[in-house]
């Protein structure tokens, strides 16, 4: 048998928009076919919430809030809240 579970820290950072598509994709299909859970960590919350199921927020090394990534834009800690405001618009 193998990993439980995957973490991918940064791992499409640094990566033009097509490359981290193939790289979502990878790691998408691992954790599909092989049935494992995947910790995902980023600084990109745009793609966290199209990529993530649930998002966990930290902040001075302890969690401040959880939610699932569909509720991202709902959130409520003054902390997720700066980091979301922070988002460029378009």
Same mark, same amino acid.
């Given at each position: 048998?193998?990993? %439980?579970?995957?973490? @991918?820290? %940064?791992?499409?950072? @640094?990566?033009?928009?097509?490359?981290? #598509?193939?790289? *979502?994709?990878? *790691?998408?299909?691992?954790?599909? %076919?092989?049935?494992?859970? #995947?910790? +995902?960590?980023?600084?990109?919350? !745009? *793609? =966290?919430?199209? +990529?993530?199921? !649930? =998002?966990?927020?930290m902040y001075a090394g302890k969690? =401040? %809030?959880? #939610?699932? @990534?569909?509720? *991202?834009?709902? @959130?409520?800690?003054?902390?997720? !809240?700066g980091l979301l405001n922070c988002m460029p618009k378009?």
């Amino acid at each position: 048998a193998g990993p %439980e579970m995957m973490i @991918a820290d %940064e791992p499409t950072s @640094a990566l033009d928009v097509t490359v981290q #598509l193939d790289v *979502l994709g990878i *790691l998408d299909r691992l954790v599909s %076919e092989r049935g494992m859970g #995947l910790i +995902f960590i980023s600084h990109d919350l !745009r *793609l =966290v919430s199209s +990529f993530c199921d !649930r =998002v966990i927020v930290m902040y001075a090394g302890k969690v =401040v %809030e959880q #939610l699932k @990534a569909s509720e *991202l834009g709902r @959130a409520q800690h003054p902390y997720t !809240r700066g980091l979301l405001n922070c988002m460029p618009k378009i």
